[in-house]
């Protein structure tokens, strides 16, 4: 049974940094590509960043490249999403998501998805 569980969410001043972790169980990251999605109220789910299984290429959307860098550790099986200069814009529920799929940036290719953490941006 696959579980990705989030950890590392909190309330954080404007311009402060966080970082998520991602534990997985149930699959091994060398074989499944990880990724990062938020959710704010009332928003669609948005891609953050995503690293592929097989060279460990990283991508981002524009509002992260620069301020977020996702990361993985093959010995504890956890994916990161160290978050940097963070604005209030940022405050959302944090997703973690895996996907046998190589390149993806796209929610519908992940197949299994974490319950998420929240994360808070006070100005």
């Known amino acids: 049974q696959v579980q990705l569980v989030e950890s590392g969410g909190g309330l954080v001043q404007a311009g402060g940094s966080l970082r998520l972790s991602c534990a997985a169980s149930?699959?091994?990251?060398?074989?499944?590509?990880m990724g990062w999605f938020r959710q704010a109220p009332g928003k669609d789910r948005e891609f953050v960043a995503s690293?592929?299984?097989?060279?460990?290429?990283?991508y981002y959307p524009d509002s992260a490249k620069g301020r977020f860098t996702i990361s993985r550790d093959y010995a504890k099986n956890t994916v990161y999403l160290q978050m940097g200069s963070l604005k209030p814009e940022d405050t959302a529920i944090y997703f973690c998501?895996?996907?046998?799929?190589?390149?993806?940036?796209?929610?519908?290719?992940?197949?299994?998805w974490g319950r998420g953490t929240q994360v808070t941006v006070s100005s």
């Open positions: 998501a895996a996907s046998s799929y190589r390149e993806v940036r796209a929610a519908s290719f992940y197949d299994y």
């Open positions: 149930g699959l091994t990251l060398n074989r499944y590509s």
């Open positions: 690293i592929v299984w097989s060279d460990g290429g990283t």
